[in-house]
């Protein structure tokens, strides 16, 4: 593979620190994938899933303390703390070298350390990067081949000598003691060592596509966004295409690729993770998704809540931590109403119920986007798709309507920024507790958030029709703790609201805190939605708004004189409409 000499200087330099016994340069090909099953088989990194039911599926279980994010060891390493901001960890990049050197030091020596260029986005397209990682897990070789698009290609996309992000990541010992996931995007780098679980270790996902990503997107005048992108299709043909913000475990891969419960229409999966959105020469803002595969939640992925996701895990799928049928199939909570009996559980032990869950609640499937029956057949233009809406979703029990729309896109940033959500299994943690999470990036933006939220507000000039902004919340329980709206399917009916807003016809009303349906205006025939649930559903409660911004307030105060004056405007107008 013809590399530059600034990556096999890179390369060299790794190899210099990690000692590895050997050195294999990644190409990407289907030949590669299997030598690397076939290894993972023999020293039981890999187990065997039924090939006659779940052909060319494998699973893998992880280190018991290793199975999640781990964002209290994930650091954004800028000279200047401020530019990190409040809201991420920050080291200095000389002391995290030293800190994570000691760990990284001689951490291949007997292992092999494979080197993986690849590219993040279609290829052809000039929104897509490279990156270039090194790393001496065989699983995790294994998932960037399903997660991101491998070998020469990568580098033919290079645009100068240096035009890569580097990755050196090591399983080290995988203990959390001497785990640290470290950012250094004025470098250009990324260091984990640790973990060899998901966004700590596939690192062009969360490393490179959102926390480098949304840094260098900045500088260069584009959004890398945490944020689905699907295509809704009109009974006419018509495709309006929306991106979506959503926490980590919030519905959002059922979301990108839902089954309409409406006849009529469907709706085309792009994207369920990251968007990588830029301005066109016309004003128009257009979008890739920068992976290849999707590293999607096994748990409550069912024929009922995701019909799609359940088809597409049929076949070529790394599962990791879910728990294994005594056919050899796997198996979480929420694929089927009753656990098959003689399962064992996502360590490998037998499992009855009553005790813990059978699959860990994070656990997961690793495969490629094409096997996704509702896949586009744009989702590699290298133009991207082009963006009329954003929708901002969050998991709230109270106070956030199902959907309302911002009077304009200042308005929208601020409902953005104003966005948080109860937590998941997706972090180490606890999971239940509300905390803020700004377009959901809190965990994913790789610099100070107030400069954030003034990239966003300084994109409005750029663009001919700034696209449509809404808010969502599929989460929403009355006072019996009863979820107010059906959600999965159904969930197409709000989005065949937003397509007509889009459009100027569907019909709205205000509210202190944004537009919200119209009596009538979303079709409630065919489903138990009484019209009086579905208001108790939109309604806005002046007291609530009114603590949830004094609460607001607090946030943006830490970012002091940072924080642009549009949003705390959009902040204050509220509170006087409330
Ligand atoms: C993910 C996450 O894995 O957000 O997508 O945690
Ligand atoms: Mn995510």
Not at 91 to 116: D, F, N, S
Request: with cysteine; hydrophobic share 40%; aromatic share 10%.
């Amino acid at each position: 593979m013809a590399v530059t000499s600034v990556v096999e200087k890179w390369v060299d330099d790794a190899a210099g620190l990690t000692r590895p016994d050997r050195t294999v340069w990644c190409d990407g090909s289907k030949a590669e994938y299997d030598r690397l099953v076939e290894e993972m088989l023999r020293d039981g990194t890999l187990l065997e899933m039924n090939q006659a039911t779940y052909p060319g599926c494998y699973l893998h279980r992880s280190h018991p303390s290793d199975v999640a994010r781990t964002e209290q060891l994930t650091f954004i390493c800028t000279g200047a703390k401020d530019d990190a901001g409040p809201t991420n960890n920050w080291m200095a990049p000389a002391e995290a070298k030293v800190k994570a050197g000691a760990y990284l030091r001689g951490a291949m020596r007997g292992r092999t350390m494979w080197v993986i260029p690849y590219l993040m986005g279609p290829a052809g397209s000039a929104m897509s990067r490279v990156g270039v990682m090194v790393t001496d897990s065989a699983y995790v070789v294994a998932s960037m081949h399903l997660m991101a698009r491998v070998g020469q290609v990568a580098i033919q996309h290079m645009r100068s000598d240096d035009d890569f992000i580097a990755g050196l990541h090591s399983n080290g010992d995988l203990s959390p003691e001497r785990r640290l996931i470290l950012h250094f995007p004025e470098e250009k780098l990324i260091w984990s060592v640790g973990s060899g679980y998901g966004g700590n270790a596939l690192l062009g996902k969360k490393c490179h596509a959102l926390r480098i990503g949304s840094w260098q997107a900045r500088q260069e005048g584009w959004l890398a966004e945490h944020m689905l992108i699907l295509g809704v299709e009109d009974p006419d043909g018509r495709v309006t295409y929306l991106a979506a913000a959503m926490p980590s475990a919030s519905g959002k891969t059922n979301l990108a690729m839902v089954v309409s419960q409406l006849p009529g229409w469907r709706v085309w999966t792009v994207g369920d993770d990251i968007a990588w959105i830029h301005v066109d020469a016309r004003g128009q803002l257009r979008a890739i998704n920068p992976e290849r595969g999707f590293f999607g939640v096994a748990p409550n992925t069912s024929p009922k809540t995701n019909p799609n996701g359940t088809a597409m895990v049929r076949s070529n799928t790394i599962f990791t931590n879910v728990a294994m049928t005594p056919a050899r199939e796997p198996w979480w909570e929420g694929l089927t109403s009753t656990p098959p009996d003689g399962l064992l559980d996502w360590q490998g032990k037998p499992w009855s119920p009553g005790g813990g869950p059978a699959a860990h609640p994070n656990s997961r499937f690793t495969v490629l986007a094409s096997q996704c029956p509702s896949i586009s057949p744009s989702w590699e233009d290298p133009e991207g798709v082009p963006i009329s809406g954003f929708i901002f979703g969050s998991r709230r029990t109270r106070v956030i309507p199902l959907v309302f729309e911002a009077f304009d896109w200042t308005h929208g940033v601020f409902l953005g920024s104003a966005m948080s959500t109860e937590t998941t299994a997706a972090i180490t943690g606890q999971v239940g507790v509300v905390r803020r999470d700004p377009m959901a990036m809190i965990p994913f933006c790789g610099y100070n958030m107030a400069d954030y939220f003034g990239h966003w507000l300084g994109m409005q000039p750029r663009l001919a029709t700034p696209p449509k902004i809404f808010r969502v919340n599929w989460f929403r329980k009355d006072d019996d703790g009863k979820f107010l709206w059906p959600g999965y399917g159904e969930n197409v009916r709000i989005l065949k609201w937003i397509v007509g807003r889009i459009r100027g016809t569907g019909k709205a009303v205000e509210t202190p805190v944004g537009n919200v349906p119209a009596p009538g205006a979303v079709e409630l025939d065919g489903i138990s939605v009484s019209p009086a649930r579905f208001q108790a559903a939109l309604a806005v409660h002046g007291d609530e708004w009114r603590q949830a911004l004094e609460e607001l307030g607090g946030f943006y105060d830490q970012f002091g004189g940072r924080m642009p004056a549009p949003i705390r405007q959009a902040h204050e107008e509220t509170l006087r409409r409330l």
